[in-house]
């Protein structure tokens, strides 16, 4: 289901992340980055918490604004309960949503948020999603300090959080329109190749947004998937070229882009909700705003996986929400 | 996309592990700590004067100690990580899994935190340590009557 707004724009956003994102290639557009991974918490569920309430702060700071001008906070995270969001959220006057999509979180936020803006309901929505790298390979994976080899196809959980301003007041970024995606069965059980899981549902999402758009490929100067890894974006090229007759050619994955590949080891990439939000916040609308970039799509992809249903030997399901952004 | 031709193509695009530089790596690491550990029997054996049996005991000991010390200190994970089977094998990888997750879950209590999750990973070795321990006893048991 496609969505067409005249009405929404984004304010401002502010990035917060810890130290792995502050060694990679885009630590210069990030507002604050932490040397360590509790964030002067106790542990790393209160970090996670701690840097969604630090972005909304920073967010507020660089608008002249406080949280009491805000009407709706939609929140989103990797935590079980989405206790991350929960847990800032009461540090919030606004009305609250808490959203999960795993890690297609943010477009999935955008969108609601977008929504609200365009019908009227709500003029300053603040969005924010996060993860943290010790946190979800807690829940997900095994222990941290456990060494275990992992293949090659793993991807590393990014650490941080990143809000976004949407409001109906003009701005140079504008949310043009956004793609509810819908849930696909990758078919594939093997948690350590999320790239796979996700490829499926990304590009079932970029085609359903162009048909519904009208538009062609060719209309986005960058087309900008979530977190589907160095193979996974090899894998979505062949995907789309096959099952819909798409080539992509600017086309880039922000899981690849957020660390460096060469130096940090993070296997195929980066993946997490803040992912995506983190490079498209702090690095793509610093371009946009530059006159590099004007239409970027941002598809945010989701691995919509349980432990206990891998465990059950269930295939993982997945899923894309696409966001289109305007310089203007 | 239809199930068989998807898997096809994710086969294509994902890379192959080493299987024979891992098992190379795992083979040498291994053979060290199998070094390590009659060194420590040999040690134990001659200074304390104890038998072999007695200083196999206390060479497990020592081993674990060192493998939860150097966990908790935050660099084993990479010598696992490095090593592989080399180190996860041996009573080192026991350790190593058990402590880690007593480390994980220290804040969330004694008795909730580490108490229960302390075995998460390594429960299921004790489990099918025991279940298969009785088993060959009682194979053995079987045979040896016949």
């Given at each position: 289901?496609?969505?067409?707004?005249?009405?929404?724009?984004?304010?401002?956003?502010?990035?917060?992340?810890?130290?792995?994102?502050?060694?990679?290639?885009?630590?210069?557009?990030?507002?604050?980055?932490?040397?360590?991974?509790?964030?002067?918490?106790?542990?790393?569920?209160?970090?996670?918490?701690?840097?969604?309430?630090?972005?909304?702060?920073?967010?507020?700071?660089?608008?002249?604004?406080?949280?009491?001008?805000?009407?709706?906070?939609?929140?989103?995270?990797?935590?079980?309960?989405?206790?991350?969001?929960?847990?800032?959220?009461?540090?919030?006057?606004?009305?609250?949503?808490?959203?999960?999509?795993?890690?297609?979180?943010?477009?999935?936020?955008?969108?609601?948020?977008?929504?609200?803006?365009?019908?009227?309901?709500?003029?300053?929505?603040?969005?924010?999603?996060?993860?943290?790298?010790?946190?979800?390979?807690?829940?997900?994976?095994?222990?941290?300090?456990?060494?275990?080899?992992?293949?090659?196809?793993?991807?590393?959980?990014?650490?941080?959080?990143?809000?976004?301003?949407?409001?109906?007041?003009?701005?140079?970024?504008?949310?043009?329109?956004?793609?509810?995606?819908?849930?696909?069965d990758s078919t594939i059980t093997d948690?350590?190749n999320?790239g796979a899981v996700?490829t499926p549902?990304?590009?079932?999402?970029?085609?359903?947004?162009?048909?519904?758009?009208?538009?062609?490929?060719?209309?986005?100067?960058?087309?900008?998937?979530?977190?589907?890894?160095?193979?996974?974006?090899?894998m979505?090229?062949e995907y789309?070229?096959l099952?819909?007759?798409?080539?992509?050619?600017?086309?880039?994955?922000?899981?690849?882009?957020?660390?460096?590949?060469?130096?940090?080891?993070?296997?195929?990439?980066?993946?997490?909700?803040?992912?995506?939000?983190?490079?498209?916040?702090?690095?793509?609308?610093?371009?946009?705003?530059?006159?590099?970039?004007?239409?970027?799509?941002?598809?945010?992809?989701?691995?919509?996986?349980?432990?206990?249903?891998?465990?059950?030997?269930?295939s993982i399901?997945?899923?894309?929400?696409?966001?289109?952004?305007?310089?203007? | 996309m239809e199930k068989t031709k998807y898997k096809n193509l994710v086969n294509k695009h994902t890379?192959?592990?080493?299987?024979?530089?891992?098992?190379?790596?795992?083979?040498?690491?291994?053979?060290?700590?199998?070094?390590?550990?009659?060194?420590?029997?040999?040690?134990?054996?001659?200074?304390?004067?104890?038998?072999?049996?007695?200083?196999?005991?206390?060479?497990?000991?020592?081993?674990?100690?060192?493998?939860?010390?150097?966990?908790?200190?935050?660099?084993?994970?990479?010598?696992?990580?490095?090593?592989?089977?080399?180190?996860?094998?041996?009573?080192?990888?026991?350790?190593?899994?058990?402590?880690?997750?007593?480390?994980?879950?220290?804040?969330?209590?004694?008795?909730?935190?580490?108490?229960?999750?302390?075995?998460?990973?390594?429960?299921?070795?004790?489990?099918?340590?025991?279940?298969?321990?009785?088993?060959?006893?009682?194979?053995?048991?079987?045979?040896?009557?016949?």
């Amino acid at each position: 289901m496609t969505f067409k707004y005249n009405n929404v724009y984004v304010t401002d956003t502010a990035t917060v992340t810890g130290p792995y994102e502050a060694k990679g290639p885009l630590s210069k557009y990030f507002d604050h980055s932490y040397e360590d991974l509790y964030f002067g918490q106790k542990t790393w569920e209160q970090a996670e918490s701690k840097s969604i309430s630090d972005a909304v702060d920073i967010l507020l700071d660089k608008v002249g604004m406080t949280r009491f001008d805000i009407d709706t906070f939609i929140s989103g995270d990797l935590l079980n309960q989405i206790t991350a969001s929960s847990y800032a959220g009461a540090n919030m006057p606004a009305s609250y949503i808490g959203v999960y999509a795993a890690c297609a979180t943010s477009t999935l936020g955008l969108t609601i948020g977008a929504n609200m803006i365009e019908s009227s309901e709500a003029s300053k929505i603040i969005c924010t999603t996060s993860s943290h790298n010790n946190a979800a390979e807690k829940q997900y994976r095994y222990p941290v300090e456990y060494g275990g080899p992992k293949p090659k196809t793993t991807t590393f959980t990014s650490t941080g959080s990143a809000a976004i301003l949407l409001s109906n007041q003009k701005s140079d970024i504008k949310v043009t329109s956004a793609t509810l995606g819908t849930v696909i069965d990758s078919t594939i059980t093997d948690i350590y190749n999320m790239g796979a899981v996700m490829t499926p549902a990304a590009a079932d999402t970029i085609y359903k947004h162009l048909k519904e758009t009208g538009r062609t490929i060719d209309y986005y100067d960058l087309i900008l998937t979530g977190d589907l890894g160095i193979y996974g974006k090899k894998m979505l090229r062949e995907y789309l070229q096959l099952e819909y007759g798409l080539v992509l050619k600017n086309y880039n994955d922000t899981g690849v882009m957020l660390y460096d590949l060469e130096k940090q080891p993070v296997y195929a990439g980066a993946s997490g909700p803040a992912t995506a939000p983190l490079v498209t916040y702090g690095y793509i609308l610093d371009q946009m705003k530059k006159g590099k970039l004007n239409k970027v799509l941002l598809v945010a992809t989701g691995a919509l996986m349980s432990p206990t249903m891998t465990n059950q030997k269930l295939s993982i399901p997945a899923i894309a929400h696409a966001v289109s952004l305007e310089a203007i | 996309m239809e199930k068989t031709k998807y898997k096809n193509l994710v086969n294509k695009h994902t890379p192959k592990e080493d299987v024979f530089y891992n098992a190379i790596i795992a083979f040498i690491t291994g053979g060290i700590m199998g070094i390590i550990g009659q060194g420590l029997i040999d040690f134990y054996a001659y200074y304390l004067t104890i038998s072999t049996k007695e200083a196999t005991v206390c060479m497990l000991v020592t081993l674990i100690f060192i493998s939860c010390l150097f966990t908790s200190l935050g660099f084993f994970d990479k010598w696992v990580n490095f090593a592989k089977c080399g180190l996860i094998i041996p009573i080192t990888g026991f350790a190593h899994a058990t402590m880690s997750a007593a480390l994980e879950y220290r804040k969330e209590g004694m008795v909730l935190g580490v108490g229960a999750n302390m075995l998460k990973l390594s429960g299921a070795v004790i489990i099918f340590g025991v279940v298969s321990a009785w088993t060959f006893s009682v194979i053995r048991m079987l045979v040896g009557a016949i």
